[in-house]
């Protein structure tokens, strides 16, 4: 059935074109104007420098300039003055939302930019968490409803007699202690301002909480609508003002990341927020049984929700004539665990024994950089082993025209978009079986992460066999027509709507203006 509703969505992420580090950023575009195509006005608020940045379909301005517009006062060097964060809301005089700017390719985005930088993906964060993160995380352990169980619908509103004015709408509060509504707690102690906004990553995700936390007087919205963890204790820190609900996003987990070896200060605030969301959307069925199996979280308050490739993806790119394809092998993404490129340059030794004239290709930045480099030179491959280091869209586009086979042995990989813009390139990919864009591209060639000799048989057999090439990479296509962003939004919708029915947004009749 299909359902539509003009749910204002606060999402919070790090990632959007143009400022992209991996798949995510990609995803939460296209989210965002599937959602906007469904009607939906969506607000992504970004936690990166505050310098104004224009893409192609975005225009990003700092939250910085929004909270400066409400009196916040900023050192010299671009700093918070007196940053604290308290238990109500103080930030006040936030006209409507001006400092918001929307995506010109869509109508419905907006997006806005706080002054933290979130690497998720980077160095995991060092030494222990912050006082103040510590204090959202007991509250996010000890408010809100059990695992398994949402927050209650609003009340529908029967009758507007006002004229929105994006101030914190009334809703349900999430089911807690009756104390915990009617008393506010004690102001938390000052923050210096050298804390917040220090290199560490505690302190960055702190930071973003502090901003987001600021934010929620000047917004009304439906639901919140958070991507991975870094962004969790933001979207519970504006819940406890505003009592929106709380919808979460999994694009990976700490153990994607790290395997056994898990943060555990990470691994809880995943969890804690898994436990207190309304629903958790995850990418795959892959990552959904990760959340069920390793949080104990209920399979029933897990849907899952496949990336898309974006309009251009979905076309075929014919590579000239005179363009002759090498025995090039291709291993694109990040280079950290998770992504296992280690596994890419056993399986390539084992290659260039059988065709020496194989050349691969690794792109992308990582913390195992060196380590790889190393591996190569004892593998005694270091002259067919070519390091590109990041390399942007229209630089992959061009590696995958001139190659034969991209690979993806990934210990763990969530999605992985990467591989539906190979088939589109023409060429085929060999998918990790602890992958979760296999269930879409189940045609595809694919090996566990670990087995290197038969890793290296199928990329042998792609260098070798042009028509099996030719066969995958056109099943590819059909494969990937059947995904898309406008139906993933839907899908969404249809979870919003019910757990929440009728909105404030759609009681006013659309009001606001939007």
């Avoid at 970004?46 to 104004?52: D, I, K, M, N």
Wanted: aromatic share 8%; hydrophobic share 40%.
């Amino acid at each position: 059935m299909r359902v539509s509703r003009q749910y204002r969505v606060l999402m919070l992420g790090w990632e959007y074109p143009p400022r992209l580090a991996g798949g995510l950023g990609k995803a939460c575009q296209g989210l965002s104007q599937g959602l906007a195509q469904q009607g939906a006005q969506v607000f992504f608020v970004l936690p990166t420098f505050p310098e104004r940045v224009s893409g192609r379909r975005l225009e990003v301005v700092g939250a910085k300039e929004v909270l400066s517009e409400a009196g916040w006062e900023f050192e010299p060097t671009g700093e918070f003055k007196n940053i604290h964060m308290p238990d109500a809301p103080e930030v006040g005089g936030i006209s409507g939302i001006s400092g918001i700017s929307g995506d010109p390719g869509v109508s419905g985005v907006s997006t806005i930019r706080s002054d933290a930088q979130l690497f998720p993906y980077g160095t995991p964060p060092e030494g222990p968490m912050s006082e103040n993160l510590k204090r959202v995380l007991a509250r996010m352990t000890q408010d809100g409803p059990p695992s398994g169980e949402g927050i209650p619908a609003p009340e529908t509103v029967s009758t507007p007699s006002v004229t929105p004015s994006f101030k914190p709408k009334q809703v349900a509060q999430p089911a807690q202690p009756e104390a915990e509504t009617k008393e506010p707690t004690p102001p938390t102690p000052p923050i210096s301002s050298q804390e917040i906004y220090g290199k560490n990553l505690w302190s960055e995700v702190e930071k973003f909480c502090v901003t987001v936390r600021h934010l929620a007087d000047a917004h009304e919205v439906d639901v919140v609508h958070a991507h991975d963890w870094m962004t969790f204790p933001a979207a519970f820190e504006f819940q406890r003002v505003t009592g929106a609900p709380v919808f979460l996003h999994v694009h990976a987990t700490e153990y994607d990341r790290s395997g056994e070896n898990l943060n555990q200060e990470v691994y809880r605030i995943e969890r804690e927020g898994f436990r207190r969301a309304t629903h958790i959307f995850a990418v795959s069925r892959y990552t959904a049984g990760i959340i069920e199996r390793l949080y104990g979280i209920n399979r029933k308050k897990i849907s899952v929700v496949y990336n898309a490739p974006d309009d251009s993806t979905k076309e075929f790119i014919s590579a000239p004539p005179e363009l002759e394809r090498k025995p090039q092998v291709v291993f694109l993404g990040r280079l950290t665990f998770q992504k296992g490129p280690d596994h890419f340059l056993n399986a390539a030794a084992l290659v260039s024994k059988v065709n020496p004239s194989a050349r691969f290709i690794i792109c992308g930045t990582g913390d195992m950089m060196d380590k790889l480099r190393q591996q190569a030179y004892h593998l005694g491959i270091e002259n067919q082993v070519h390091f590109a280091g990041f390399v942007d869209p229209s630089g992959v586009d061009e590696i995958l025209l001139h190659s034969q086979v991209l690979v993806m042995p990934s210990v763990s990989e969530p999605f992985g978009l990467v591989a539906l813009e190979a088939i589109r390139c023409g060429i085929p990919v060999i998918l990790s079986k602890q992958s979760g864009v296999r269930e879409v591209l189940h045609r595809a060639l694919q090996v566990d992460f670990w087995d290197n000799e038969r890793l290296a048989d199928q990329i042998l057999a792609a260098l070798r066999l042009p028509n099996l090439s030719r066969q995958l990479v056109e099943e590819g296509m059909v494969q990937i027509q059947q995904l898309s962003w406008d139906k993933s939004a839907q899908d969404i919708i249809e979870i919003y709507h019910r757990h929440l029915g009728s909105t404030y947004a759609q009681a006013i009749g659309g009001a606001h203006g939007h």
